[in-house]
């Protein structure tokens, strides 16, 4: 009971996220804190001055007190949704929709159709959407405002910009969305165009760095679980030797997999995902490891996120092929095969249950936390607008809604899981699977 | 207002479906009719004397009043489950091991593990079924008591019936397992064990001959609407050109396939299942259908059902590969493949989405309607077997519960969807699909 | 086997349940036996010559292949929903809407809105019914159309009727709504107005006779269900003695409790229904059978139908307020009380779990089951209307679309739940319950 | 742009929140600060020097380098649950579980039956908890250890945590609980007894102070927001004048109300909750309003938090019975018959449709986000115990699990939804409902 006696945490100075802002006379926000975690190094460390490290901070939204957009009854804005599908995209622009009406009275709110197509206006003609149109929206899966890869033509957003006298644009989008949305907030810039151009960050594979967690993604995960509880059914009751594999979305980062399986519990014996090195055979080895599983209890049931063992597939096609060309091989596909070749191998015998949800993981309409969230991103998306806020993304930090300048979270997008963290030390706790990382570890220090 | 003067319509002679009974002295049970549709052909047909057709009846199950077997407590019951897993197996079992400990308090009830396979007990020794140990069975999916495929040896099965001293033998299973329960039944007739064996009709496919529809199918029907519904929000999401096609499990009969269409409503552009030629190109063809659904509406959902086009198929392996060896070819995926190829020879493009629910369709738990009929489907087979009727399956037949033997419910099963009936003549209404049926009737007329 | 020795049954002469027609030449209708079951007396009335009695048949539904409205695309339809809601009102509308639109092209719709109170337009004008306007109503619960109770004035719909020249109405509802909907068809015939009258029977509570369940009646059996386990979860979680008691639909007839009961496996104890007295204490009353319950397994769950124990609410209310006004007493908290007031009479206590799903069990959207029936019984009543007949009603009998002449269906209807019958038995056999029933005849007989 | 002559921020110095310890030899905790949001206040307040508030710091939780009980495999472990259930009860003792036998290998894990009554161990005999028997228990709603109010002996706690010599003790329970917790806690203290003692908060009202959001809290969202589609599918479709009252927990703070009727969007016209005064009448009065509504869009639908208006209801019980004894009236079903009788006043009418989900919003299994967090929070709370902390409560705070001290936590709870905070703001934002507080603000103004 000598906390007192312990060296005193202090904490560094503040290094504010600053939000672009189209007014000479910006509002001065409130902020929010990202760093929370304060790493203390007990006894050894007191006789070193600890020099305290920077605590960084984002703009908090917040309804602005002062508009920049003075006179809301005229204004017209715009909403587009690019890129794949994600639970709760009908939610944000219905929330944006609602807000904009309700709180500003704006005159016009145009819903883009087709992601960036929509703004070439003759193949796809925007929506007009209004609390009317909106109302049951959230009910449903997908995009009412349909949605597409690419396509982006700054020529053809700035005419319609002008032509639609458009001054708030929202873009719901993920990495590439949000580079092409900043593009749009420069070309803005320099042709003087006054747009307030805001992206909300979607993503399935909650690779996006700063944010509590990205929409939607509560809801892939229950989803996702599901599908494991299908391969577990089929697996558990199928003799000799059931084993199920489902593949899960998951490009350059495991969230999705990781938190699917720890939720199904200890219905999962092993996770690969793109953070942690895929070892096939040897005492490290997840097929050795999965038919030792099977031997104890007489199935097993591995997730496996399609970014997974990169390296891996990549070491093989250079051996098989001679040809080193980058493309994403389908991994899952490839140890489903590997699992029946090793049993077969060993002179056993499996029953493959292979499950590949895909699209039923991002189709389905946002849950009851992610209906929440999305009212709120939608929401403070338009305050900053109105505030006068450009060129950011919003999203929720230590459960606050906050501004993030959209250069700054790009640079770090997609993140990855900490495969030190929590969560996958969780993931090997529960499983027992083998770890390819602490044997590299352990290795390093010997 | 003249139907008195219509031809009164007359029924035939009763055929009754004879049961074999353990008994010298069976009960005389009461039947139910199995035709109930009376064709009447109006003034036409009043000049000639029609000839009344044989009305066919089936035993009604019911609670026996007297008991072949007389001292139930020291009665011992086993049941197995064999083939592919089907949303009410559990229900099915619980109800079987409920009705023989609450109804008759019989000495044991053996639940066999992992289907043929488990007669032989030193791999797969068997379950004892209380009460207790089946008291939530019913809220999970998958067999509790495991499934394999194939693996009858009827001397394991003697073995196991005498070591254990079994008197009454429920079997669920498909075609082939009851093709193998008949075998079982008829080798104790041979060798004198007193054993009333049970078939208890299963199949995802719902193609089962004389029953209303197979345990389970209610619940894979539900299941397969919500992959329709993903892809549906995936292709009509989707810029340009969303197309959904989803496969279905089907491989002799279309009703899951149709069904599952159907209840979606409007939401299904065209459905392919084995009863009905799949035609690719021309005038009848489905692709230059789909390729019009898609520039009137933006995108298309198509249904295929796993054993649709086998002709189709045939006729390509056989013109392109030179070989006519027979194997079940992958027609939906082949059906996506030559939806992107048409859509790419006409200069168009097309975003596919396809999706494969695979065992999530039948790895649910029995939903209510499925419940209650598989409680109904347990009593009714254990009401049988005591009444010391042997050698035939139970099902439902006009909602009443009756026994069918096994041969003549095997002589016609697996059954098929008529192409003239009611269900596919309201999915060519509800869908405006091309019948290449229709042409080849109109052709032959012409 | 002497199987050839037991007499042959034999069918009686088929009595018709003839349809009335706007034709004078009506066409000649299929038919569909009502009667399946043939009960057989075995030996001892092999010496007395039985008497085979009347079979039943209704006209089965087909499409017409001769349409008694002649020019279709002129015609007008009306569609009304009456009564409370039921899960599959909106898939009935949409299925007429779509059969009307699709295979008959008629000109014009109309959706009468909040029940017989519609036909008065000034006050709710009707809504124009197109295949897009119905495009995925059935998603949702309710009726879009909304509804009301009561308010049938002939003289309105005869206003209505002609003003918008209707040639076939459609009307969802129970009983009541039935008779009336009998009266705007004799008003019809009694004006000359040449308008195809067309009922479809909704209930929730499974009590129209003939036919093999009411729609909607699946998708309420799951939604009680998930009441059931709300009450099992409690009571059973709960110490000391938890006791669930779930207030179930079912004026008239225990369909819903009894079919929910059984579905739900053994998590039910007892159910009580308006079919069987209700006697609480005594050898044979429920309270102290629940009391032992409670004291064997530790907790107990009630399920009961809002009109059980009518004569026992009588019986207390005449002698305790010395009246006996006829108005229905809420017996599940009739009884919940008196489980209360028991366990404290005995030196006990219980914890009391009581829950009412009300409204949940009736709002939901159809499930697949569901919709499937609703799409058969919507295009069956197009088909029935478009032949010409008029004044029936359709259903489901024996697995087949039926039209029944409305008087014959309101005679017989509400229907009850025979007590003797498999269900209830099922009931008596899984709960162990006391059965009042039981007692009277056995006692009659002494 | 001129963010650089904005005040700078400046954060105080950090008040760590200290756990107790049962080591001489603690160590030292990283730290997660639970302060994120920092006000600023613009150029009005550059002038005076603004004193920066004091930060506050939890303990973070980690996998303990070090651990205090040293001799892991001889430790004896219990678990109990108490008061009433609330979802992912089952899956935080199942994560406590495995973590004792998986990473710690542990003797012997009891789950206390029946909550404090089950420390009397002859009643309630404990369970003993392995990896086996808690395998599924995570997919059942409920507590399967059982639960109970109240019945804390201190006497029968210490004899039991002697018998069966527990080293840890882990309690699941809310306020009350907890405060019963530090007591056992402060007992053992006393008596020298080497127990670490570790809370679990629970409440189904999330209103715990300090914790991002309460375990369960997100599946009652979900189970709520399914009685508002009930009471507004009933209201909406009903004719005339449907209105939807739906009755939810909450009887301190209105999150679950508020949080639920958010995320229905705009399915909700009013809102009441304990910590906004309720009006009835007048122009800022919820009857006329709810008038309104129905006026313009034909219905209604109102969310009433059991808590709300009590000092509403007080005032009347003084007025009416000159009786002012404390006791909780039924807000809700008061609320549903002034909506009649104001009708009735106004000479309209109104279909009432009341839905109180009751049991069902906290009997449901844990969905995925739940899932989750209560494998975190079990996790953490045998990190804590191992590592030597005591009397403390483990909570997510800033989405990092923390270790919060008893006395701390229970200080302030219940706490209070902020009626200026950003949900609140938004519930009337969404609604338009009137908002009494603004204008006691205003009226505080003038």
Chains 1, 2, 3, 4 share one sequence.
């Not at 505030?387 to 997008?413: C, D, E, H, K």
């Not at 499983?431 to 390093?444: D, F, I, V």
């Amino acid at each position: 009971m000598s906390q007192q006696e312990q060296p005193q945490p202090r904490l560094g100075p503040i290094e504010v996220a600053t939000v672009e802002t189209l007014s000479s006379d910006p509002p001065v926000p409130d902020l929010v804190l990202a760093d929370v975690f304060l790493r203390q190094h007990g006894k050894q460390s007191t006789d070193q001055q600890q020099q305290p490290s920077t605590v960084r901070a984002f703009y908090a939204s917040s309804k602005p007190e002062r508009l920049y957009f003075s006179s809301t009854r005229q204004l017209h804005a715009a909403v587009v949704t690019c890129g794949g599908l994600c639970p709760g995209l009908n939610n944000v622009v219905r929330a944006i929709t609602l807000t904009l009406h309700h709180e500003y009275h704006v005159q016009r709110v145009y819903g883009i159709q087709g992601g960036w197509h929509g703004f070439n206006d003759k193949e796809y003609p925007p929506m007009i959407l209004t609390p009317e149109s909106v109302d049951s929206v959230h009910h449903q899966g997908g995009s009412f405002l349909r949605t597409s890869r690419g396509g982006l033509d700054l020529d053809k957003v700035h005419t319609f910009l002008t032509k639609y006298q458009i001054s708030l644009l929202f873009i719901l989008g993920g990495d590439g969305t949000h580079r092409g949305a900043y593009k749009v907030h420069e070309h803005c810039r320099t042709t003087n165009l006054d747009v307030a151009v805001v992206g909300i960050p979607k993503t399935i594979d909650n690779d996006i760095d700063y944010i509590d967690r990205s929409f939607g993604f509560h809801t892939a995960v229950e989803a996702a679980q599901a599908s494991i509880r299908t391969a577990l059914v089929e697996a558990k009751c199928t003799v000799p030797n059931g084993i199920g594999v489902i593949k899960l979305m998951g490009r350059e980062a495991g969230f999705l997999a990781a938190y699917a399986a720890l939720g199904s519990g200890g219905d999962v014996d092993a996770v690969l995902v793109p953070e942690v090195p895929v070892v096939l055979e040897g005492p490290d080895g997840i097929l050795p490891f999965l038919q030792r599983r099977v031997l104890e209890k007489g199935y097993a049931v591995c997730v496996v996120a399609e970014g997974a063992g990169q390296e891996l597939l990549e070491a093989i096609q250079e051996t098989e092929q001679g040809s080193g060309n980058k493309k994403l091989p389908p991994i899952a596909e490839y140890v489903r095969d590997e699992i029946i070749k090793f049993f077969d191998k060993v002179g056993s015998e499996c029953r493959m249950k292979y499950v590949d949800p895909s699209y039923s993981v991002r189709s389905q309409p946002a849950n009851a936390a992610d209906s929440l969230y999305c009212i709120q991103l939608g929401t403070g998306a338009v305050y900053g607008a109105m505030a006068g806020y450009t060129g950011f993304s919003v999203g929720r930090v230590n459960n606050r809604i906050v501004y993030i300048p959209i250069p700054q979270l790009v640079a770090t997008s997609p993140r990855f899981m900490n495969p030190h963290g929590e969560i996958w030390q969780q993931i090997l706790s529960t499983t027992g699977q083998p770890s390819p990382l602490k044997k590299t570890q352990s290795e390093a220090e010997s």
